[in-house]
């Protein structure tokens, strides 16, 4: 079974550029989350879709950003316009079943996004 | 806001040396987690903590859940060159859509 997959892998662009990530969760997987780590710091939450409805953007760092997940399958994740403070990794997840104790959460390889 | 505090920021370390890390918080958390990342993909999950004073083992992997619930400590034993990588502690409430809070990470560099 495949994992969860990003694209691009890399992403190098000038601030105040557009960039949008591209996240594919493990299939039937109805939770979906996005993350960031800016160098060496925390990972830190974003949003977490339950299939196609947001259900908590409290990490959404300010309105450049935007997230979507039509038809409740892959998400995108839209910077624009981007700042520098935008440039780290970008990683998604996904989860099976948010409803039981303990929902393991699958994390892709990340999307490095870089801010000139 | 939410933060967890993880120590130490990098280790190295000779092979065969155990190894120490711990996460601490102001906050109670429900849920510890332990992943690792290694170079160019993302975190995996190595060990889940449900309980206060839970000890639980994966291999040469052993971890805790602190008795106040807000901190943990994982431990690394007979470490080998693969162990290298960035370890994060993460911490879980049962409550708010179950939120992941993760550490900064601990960068482990092991020497053959």
């Known amino acids: 079974e495949a994992g969860v997959t990003q694209f691009p892998s890399h992403s190098v662009i000038e601030k105040g550029q557009t960039v949008t990530l591209r996240c594919d969760p493990i299939?039937?997987?109805?939770?979906l989350y996005w993350y960031r780590r800016v160098m060496g710091k925390e990972i830190k939450f974003l949003l977490h879709?339950?299939?196609?409805?947001?259900?908590?953007e409290s990490g959404m760092p300010n309105n450049r950003f935007l997230a979507e997940r039509t038809g409740g399958t892959y998400s995108t994740l839209k910077v624009q316009p981007a700042e520098l403070e935008d440039s780290g990794v970008y990683f998604c997840?996904?989860?099976?079943?948010?409803?039981?104790?303990?929902?393991?959460?699958?994390f892709g390889p990340g999307t490095r996004l870089t801010v000139l | 806001g939410q933060q967890l505090n993880q120590s130490p920021q990098s280790m190295f370390i000779q092979e065969g040396e155990d190894v120490s890390m711990n996460c601490t918080s102001s906050?109670?958390?429900?849920?510890w987690l332990w992943y690792k990342q290694d170079p160019g993909e993302g975190p995996v999950l190595l060990i889940a903590?449900?309980?206060?004073?839970e000890l639980t083992s994966n291999g040469r992997l052993t971890a805790q859940f602190g008795i106040t619930r807000k901190d943990s400590f994982l431990n690394i034993s007979a470490s080998i060159p693969s162990d290298v990588g960035i370890y994060f502690c993460?911490?879980?409430?049962?409550?708010?859509?179950?939120?992941?809070?993760f550490g900064a990470g601990t960068r482990l560099f092991v020497k053959a």
């Open positions: 997840a996904s989860s099976q079943d948010s409803g039981r104790v303990f929902d393991e959460q699958f």
């Open positions: 299939s039937g997987h109805d939770n």
């Open positions: 879709f339950v299939k196609e409805s947001k259900q908590d």
């Open positions: 906050s109670i958390f429900n849920t």
């Open positions: 903590l449900y309980k206060a004073g």
């Open positions: 993460a911490g879980r409430r049962n409550t708010g859509g179950f939120k992941t809070i």
